[in-house]
């Protein structure tokens, strides 16, 4: 499951009570207070780590809660101070502010931030032995933790979004390209979340590919379920349209390709003319040459011919990939 905002409570922990307490030892008459002090509660912290690719640790915890201190107790022992609570979320988390929408940190990876604080220990009535008060009645509570409302949303941009009508391999091809582990099946709709995966050819030339569920007619009115993920692929900067050769359903692949960029364009003019490289699925299949010919015909496009389970045609459409992608950020960002 993809999670990409989450509405949680972080509270700190409370801070231990300071302890009235006397020294009562046989032999040692006025022994003297010696309540020790409470500990501080734990801060509740985020850390932004690589590796964490989704809210969805998050998304069913209303409450984050670290825990208190403990109280001061007698003979002078201060109460444990809290361990603070680091949650990890993934690089690219926003951390908003839910009562006013204020961004409080947007976090890279390895930064943190203080999410809510833990409160202070109270003072015992050690504290409060004075030349003129030997025997002091008083000491103070712990305080309360922050408590804070959280907005975070994860601002994960996919460097390149894979669209295509259910079944056209797309997750079979970001599984071959990337360490990602979508699921795979021979029916429609198998992929109901997107799927993200970074695609490494070299050292210096990496990017972030999403696999998102298979659009269909209607998509930008809301039906099936590519419509909430629309959204995702708005924000790549290059579409990787794949085409399959022989739909089960008997389609025609040229009429499917043009379906699908109808409903881009209708869901939005600018991913209706965001750039696209167009791809024929499963090229290891007989005869699919002629209907990637087809379609390259019809499109006016190269069609990048590949096959995700026997490894044909990947190189050269990574390198497409590559290649484009750097045109579109042009010199700012380096390889
Ligand atoms: N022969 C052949 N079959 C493939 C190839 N790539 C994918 N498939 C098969 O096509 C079917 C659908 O693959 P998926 O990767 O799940 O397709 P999808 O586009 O992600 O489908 P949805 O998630 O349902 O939108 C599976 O049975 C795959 O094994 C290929 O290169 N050659
Ligand atoms: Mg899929």
Same mark, same amino acid.
């Given at each position: 499951?993809?999670?990409?905002?989450?509405?949680?409570?972080?509270?700190?922990? /409370?801070?231990?009570?300071?302890?009235?307490?006397?020294?009562?030892?046989?032999?040692?008459?006025?022994?003297?207070?010696?309540?020790?002090?409470?500990?501080?509660?734990?801060?509740?912290?985020?850390?932004?780590?690589?590796?964490? &690719?989704? =809210?969805?640790? =998050?998304?069913?915890?209303?409450?984050?809660?670290?825990?208190?201190?403990?109280?001061?107790?007698?003979?002078?022992?201060?109460?444990?101070?809290?361990?603070?609570?680091?949650?990890?979320?993934?690089?690219?988390?926003?951390?908003?502010?839910?009562?006013?929408?204020?961004?409080?940190?947007?976090?890279?990876?390895?930064? @943190?931030?203080?999410?809510?604080?833990?409160?202070?220990?109270? /003072?015992?009535?050690?504290?409060?032995?004075?030349?003129?008060?030997?025997?002091?009645?008083?000491?103070?509570?712990?305080?309360?933790?922050?408590?804070?409302?959280?907005?975070?949303?994860?601002?994960?941009?996919?460097?390149?979004?894979?669209?295509?009508?259910?079944?056209?391999?797309?997750?079979?091809?970001?599984?071959?390209?990337?360490?990602?582990?979508?699921?795979?099946?021979?029916?429609?709709? @198998?992929?109901? %979340?997107?799927?993200?995966?970074?695609?490494?050819?070299?050292?210096?030339?990496?990017?972030?590919?999403?696999?998102?569920?298979?659009?269909?007619?209607?998509?930008?009115?809301?039906?099936?379920?590519?419509?909430?993920?629309?959204?995702?692929?708005?924000?790549?900067?290059?579409?990787?349209?794949?085409?399959?050769?022989?739909?089960?359903?008997? @389609?025609?692949?040229?009429? &499917?390709?043009?379906?699908?960029?109808?409903?881009?364009?209708? %869901?939005?003019?600018?991913?209706?003319?965001?750039?696209?490289?167009?791809?024929?699925?499963?090229? *290891?299949?007989?005869?699919?040459?002629?209907?990637?010919?087809?379609?390259?015909?019809?499109?006016?496009?190269?069609?990048?011919?590949?096959?995700?389970?026997?490894?044909?045609?990947?190189?050269?459409?990574? &390198?497409?990939?590559? @290649?484009?992608?750097?045109? *579109?950020?042009?010199?700012?960002?380096?390889?």
């Amino acid at each position: 499951m993809f999670v990409d905002q989450v509405h949680v409570e972080v509270s700190g922990g /409370r801070g231990g009570h300071g302890c009235i307490s006397f020294r009562r030892e046989k032999y040692v008459p006025r022994g003297g207070p010696d309540g020790g002090d409470g500990g501080d509660g734990g801060s509740v912290i985020l850390v932004a780590k690589a590796g964490v &690719n989704s =809210l969805v640790a =998050l998304a069913n915890k209303h409450h984050i809660k670290a825990r208190s201190g403990n109280n001061g107790q007698g003979s002078g022992r201060h109460g444990a101070g809290a361990d603070d609570l680091a949650i990890e979320v993934p690089p690219g988390t926003v951390v908003m502010d839910s009562t006013n929408g204020l961004v409080i940190k947007d976090l890279a990876d390895g930064e @943190t931030v203080i999410a809510a604080r833990g409160g202070k220990g109270g /003072r015992g009535n050690t504290r409060f032995k004075s030349s003129t008060n030997q025997a002091p009645r008083q000491a103070t509570e712990g305080q309360p933790g922050e408590v804070r409302q959280l907005t975070l949303e994860l601002k994960v941009i996919a460097d390149v979004g894979l669209i295509g009508l259910p079944n056209a391999g797309k997750s079979t091809l970001l599984s071959r390209v990337s360490a990602a582990r979508p699921e795979i099946a021979d029916y429609p709709f @198998t992929t109901k %979340y997107p799927n993200l995966g970074m695609v490494q050819l070299d050292l210096e030339r990496t990017f972030v590919m999403a696999d998102i569920p298979g659009l269909i007619e209607g998509a930008s009115d809301g039906v099936g379920l590519g419509h909430d993920f629309l959204k995702h692929i708005e924000r790549s900067g290059l579409l990787v349209h794949l085409v399959e050769p022989f739909p089960t359903d008997q @389609t025609d692949p040229v009429e &499917n390709w043009k379906s699908i960029r109808k409903e881009l364009a209708q %869901y939005s003019e600018s991913l209706g003319q965001r750039p696209e490289i167009l791809v024929m699925s499963k090229c *290891e299949l007989p005869e699919s040459d002629a209907v990637a010919d087809d379609l390259a015909e019809a499109s006016g496009e190269q069609v990048y011919k590949i096959s995700a389970v026997t490894g044909k045609g990947l190189p050269p459409l990574l &390198n497409r990939i590559v @290649t484009q992608l750097k045109e *579109e950020r042009g010199e700012c960002k380096q390889w």
